[in-house]
């Protein structure tokens, strides 16, 4: 992999990586504990506000794995290991990079 290949990569990779961090910033408050005040809130209503935090904690964790898998490939880049598969060793193509540069394996290994 080229220079410039490997720095698009890395741009692309820190790009993804801020956005899951202004993503976290902002959904914070729709993880806070619901309010089970019956006085204040219907039942239907706290029902619906348990559903949207189950959600936004599910949401959470999709960011928190996808934040982890990118930390993995900048670290495989430092080691001069990115674009190459994890399991092989062969070169993962371009293309398949393109669509995600988190990607350990290439497409032989990653179908089994």
């Keep these: ?5 490997r720095d698009h990569f890395r741009q692309l990779l820190q790009s993804r ?4 961090i202004t993503q976290d910033k902002l959904a ?3 993880q806070k ?5 019956q006085q204040s809130v219907g039942r239907l209503s706290r029902m619906d506000a348990l559903q949207q935090q ?4 599910a949401t959470q964790t999709r ?3 996808q934040s982890q898998r990118i930390n993995a490939a900048l670290t495989r880049m430092k080691e001069g290991e990115f674009g190459y598969c ?4 062969q070169d993962i193509p371009l293309k398949r990079l393109e669509l995600d540069p988190t990607t350990p394996l ?7």
């Design 1 to 5: 992999m080229h220079g410039k290949e």
């Design 17 to 20: 990586q801020q956005e899951l």
């Design 28 to 30: 914070h408050d729709s």
């Design 33 to 37: 504990a619901v309010m089970l005040d």
């Design 54 to 57: 189950a959600m936004a904690k």
């Design 63 to 65: 960011r928190t794995q």
């Design 86 to 89: 994890v399991s092989c060793g």
């Design 106 to 112: 290439c497409i032989s290994c990653a179908s089994g």
